[in-house]
């Protein structure tokens, strides 16, 4: 299972990012999806958590800003797994490294990054005041 992410940049406060997180595991229906941010000087925290069924869970800080989704696209019999982070209303304590993480079946449903089996690079996000 692959993971590529891309989206992140800089943005001024206030402002908004999507993030995308590709997924190569045809199988991926099936896998539980999260969202991690590690900031500097800072340890790894989840975000946000999509369970199979497409429900969500955020951390408290986010709760509200952020939006989790997935999508699968169906094209010239190729499927393609996307997951999403719509981050809205961003301020400085948001600037981190953002990573997209599978957790394979059965999930854990944690924000526990070692309950995580796959993850991607990473993209940075920088929120200036």
């Known amino acids: 299972v692959q993971l590529v992410e891309s989206g992140g940049g800089s943005v001024q406060a206030g402002g908004s990012l999507r993030l995308s997180c590709t997924v190569s595991?045809?199988?991926?229906?099936?896998?539980?999806s999260g969202w991690f941010r590690q900031g500097a000087d800072k340890g790894l925290e989840g975000v946000a958590f999509?369970?199979?069924?497409?429900?969500?869970?955020?951390?408290?800080?986010?709760k509200g800003r952020f939006t989790a989704s997935k999508r699968l696209t169906i094209s010239s019999g190729n499927a393609t797994n996307t997951l999403y982070l719509q981050m809205t209303s961003l301020n400085p304590e948001d600037t981190a490294m953002y990573y997209c993480?599978?957790?394979?079946?059965?999930?854990?449903?944690?924000?526990?990054?070692?309950?995580?089996?796959?993850w991607g690079q990473g993209t940075q996000v920088t929120v200036s005041s």
């Open positions: 595991e045809y199988s991926y229906a099936s896998y539980c």
């Open positions: 993480a599978a957790e394979a079946p059965p999930c854990d449903g944690s924000f526990e990054p070692n309950q995580y089996n796959y």
């Open positions: 999509i369970d199979s069924d497409g429900s969500t869970r955020y951390a408290d800080d986010v």
